[in-house]
DNA sequence: CGTCAATGGTTGAGCACGTCAAATATCTAG
DNA sequence: CTAGATATTTGACGTGCTCAACCATTGACG
């Protein structure tokens, strides 16, 4: 009983929709097990090196001003700090504690591990779509 | 090329946060075209018929009390009023103006038709992807 | 009937997020 | 050295979200 629907990318898109609005939650709830607000646990998650604020601020498609506020609060719970540049005194590079890459780690391991959409897919299937979504993830990127 | 990941699993949900991301962005994009947050656009989209606050604050997932202010600001707007449900003078159930039908299918359109992420798939590939979304997003219902 | 718990909605407090404009400090080009 | 660009912070302001308290209405039960 496959739909008959006219437009299949009517339905890619509000499936993407609907997928996005859970992964959404699932944020949430793994930031709020460890204590993190989403973009708190967001930031956290893009921070493998020490990073300048103003490229977290691009690589999460916000102001600057905007990052200060949540690296504070992450500082304030000592999982990230603010480390000097070398060469430019004017950037201050976040880095993550040995307490901050724990959370980080542990709040990644929650998000791979608890997804129940996986639950539906085999093996190959989820290859599949694994290799579909990664095509398509890179039309998004700068 | 295949990346020898051990973990698929791993691989898919990253890519799936990826892509939450990017949607993400691409719904703010549209609510702002339309002079709309994120959360009133969002609220319309799942507007079909008139509907009870407490029945939106349940699926869009948050506190009922949430859904008053996005509700005032739709309807100060025009996009949206309140109507009385016959049967249970308690309920207060949020419908679309003629004017709100039409930035909701505006701001549907726009999201449908602005995705550049399909434009890396084929049409069979596009309906693999749909196949695969639909069974992964089926886990994620109540 | 009359009472009372449950339900739907609103209000107000309080914090986080996000943008913008303005200020400061530092860098870089000329 | 000076002028303009860049990195960050601060403050103002609106929105999103939750929680607790509150009012109106409903439904069940003695």
């Not at 739909?3 to 709020?32: C, G, M, N």
């Not at 690296?71 to 201050?92: K, Q, S």
């Amino acid at each position: 009983m496959t739909p008959l629907r006219r437009d299949v990318s009517t339905d890619v898109v509000h499936l993407l929709l609907e997928v996005t609005f859970a992964q959404r939650d699932r944020i949430e709830a793994a930031a709020r097990a460890h204590d993190l607000t989403a973009s708190g646990a967001l930031l956290l998650l893009h921070l493998e090196s020490p990073t300048p604020m103003s490229e977290l601020a691009r690589v999460l498609r916000c102001d600057a001003s905007n990052i200060t506020g949540i690296v504070d609060r992450l500082a304030a719970h000592d999982l990230v700090e603010r480390v000097e540049h070398p060469a430019d005194r004017r950037v201050r590079r976040v880095a993550l504690t040995s307490l901050g890459r724990r959370i980080r780690d542990a709040v990644d391991a929650e998000l791979v591990g608890s997804d129940p959409g996986l639950d539906a897919l085999n093996s190959d299937e989820r290859a599949q779509l694994r290799d579909l979504l990664a095509r398509v993830a890179t039309q998004y990127r700068p």
